[in-house]
């Protein structure tokens, strides 16, 4: 099976689709609002402890999964540890792929929606009113079927990508869009910078504010290091499996590490010099995307143009996340089952696509699969998949290399394609551990704060 498994064409072909896979829509807004509310640079620095020591730990060891077995995270877990419940760590990554796809899909819809409202100069009329912008969405995102409409739209793009293979696929458009996204982001940022009082915007990001740093906020960036990675949900197993032994791992994670994070500070510089150049809220938080900026693109000279191209920026940032998703699923289909690659993606891409459309009508299009529960069935499917199943997930794939696969079979496989590099057990054991106790922690955090209504960090 492995002689016949599909491989990237190239290095950097791989490193830019796990890249992309990394970098979606939060990159953009979730990051630099959390950082510009939680200290600036302090945040930012506490973030980056945070990301190299937890989410690096657990992004070598789905590559390393993923190549040692060239198998997608069902198999992979099977194959490592064969007559065990393990396999269900790979059936759980495989769950809260399609789990993610289904809401992801209808955001993905959204965004595709208001490039075309920018291109028709539908925000001319928000200019400077951020209630109007409000009102735009609320009254968008609560129809039934034009909604609807996008979203399919938006998941038929990522299934024509995935059937095309991992190569001329994923591979060829990864490495269309991922420059295209750092561009824009440039020229989204160098505007920013040139506009009046744009400067304040840097400041609010990046000027440490360490009197704002709280252990809410330490959680806060522990947290996001993770989630931002795409990690726990068998994404990087999955990309990890078509991959030759000559890649190096460590190397490769870095990379991808390094540039979700340059494109998240970029995101950051982009919005925030453009909001406090004109004034409007920079602790708009979720609601920057599709409340504040389109009311603020307009004040600017050739708002359109400049609306219309964040907006592709972020239907690309969320395509190459997507994408990445739909893919293990399909992964597991081919591996497991034996069908072919066309087979897999559109059947369970059409599946996932109809999950979707109750997630879009769940937000106002009269039907609402969790209407018991006093939330709406697409925060049911964000809250069970962000806070449960995407964390739980990485817990245990740092307790499968520390209980179960060993150490000493971590490193043998990582050591492939590192050029002699010394590397410490002791070190990686330590890296694991930790990795464990701070998800450990989170996942503890969440789940008595819920039952029992008890906040361990303030």
Not at 58 to 76: D, N
Not at 172 to 192: E, F, N, Q, T, Y
Request: hydrophobic share 55%; charged share 10%; aromatic share 14%.
């Amino acid at each position: 099976m492995s002689n016949q498994r599909e491989q990237w064409g190239s290095k950097l072909g791989f490193i830019l689709a796990a890249s992309g896979s990394a970098v979606g829509i939060g990159n953009i807004w979730k990051y630099p609002h959390m950082a510009g509310q939680n200290g600036g640079a302090a945040f930012t620095m506490v973030y980056l402890v945070c990301i190299l020591v937890v989410g690096l730990s657990i992004v070598i060891a789905e590559f390393v999964i993923g190549r040692k077995t060239q198998l997608s995270p069902v198999g992979a877990f099977e194959t490592l540890a064969p007559k065990s419940s393990w396999k269900w760590l790979g059936f759980l990554g495989v769950a809260s792929a399609f789990v993610i796809l289904s809401f992801y899909g209808v955001v993905g819809g959204w965004i595709l929606k208001y490039i075309f409202i920018s291109l028709s100069g539908g925000f001319h009329s928000l200019a400077n009113n951020p209630d109007a912008a409000e009102k735009l969405f609320g009254g968008f995102v609560s129809l039934t079927w034009s909604p609807v409409f996008f979203q399919i739209i938006f998941m038929v793009i990522c299934i024509y990508v995935i059937v095309n293979g991992v190569k001329e696929g994923i591979e060829r458009w990864s490495k269309i869009m991922m420059p295209l996204i750092i561009v824009l982001l440039i020229v989204l940022a160098i505007r920013g910078l040139t506009l009046p009082n744009g400067v304040e915007g840097l400041k609010f990001l990046f000027q440490p504010k360490f009197e704002d740093l709280t252990a809410s906020s330490v959680v806060l960036a522990l947290g996001h290091s993770f989630f931002t990675l795409s990690l726990g949900m068998g994404t990087m197993i999955t990309y990890g499996s078509y991959l030759d032994r000559k890649q190096n791992l460590l190397s490769s994670a870095l990379w991808v590490i390094a540039l979700d994070t340059a494109i998240a500070m970029l995101a950051g510089i982009a919005i925030f010099t453009t909001v406090f150049a004109l004034n409007a809220d920079p602790a708009g938080g979720a609601g920057l995307i599709f409340f504040i900026l389109p009311s603020v693109f307009p004040q600017l000279v050739g708002g359109a143009i400049w609306g219309t191209l964040f907006f592709i920026l972020l239907f690309m940032a969320a395509l190459t996340s997507a994408i990445s998703i739909l893919e293990v699923v399909t992964a597991y289909f081919i591996d497991q089952k034996g069908w072919s690659r066309k087979k897999a993606t559109i059947q369970f891409g059409a599946v996932i696509t109809i999950v979707g459309v109750f997630c879009s009508l769940s937000m106002g299009g009269g039907i609402n699969l969790t209407e018991f529960f006093g939330i709406s069935f697409f925060d049911f499917m964000d809250y069970l998949s962000s806070k449960y199943m995407l964390p739980i997930g990485g817990l245990l794939t740092a307790l499968f290399i520390l209980k179960k696969w060993g150490v000493n079979n971590f490193m043998d496989e990582l050591k492939k394609g590192m050029d002699k590099s010394k590397l410490s057990k002791e070190l990686i054991t330590v890296l694991f551990g930790i990795a464990a106790a701070v998800v450990g922690f989170i996942i503890i955090s969440e789940i008595l704060e819920v039952v029992f209504g008890i906040t361990l960090i303030q």
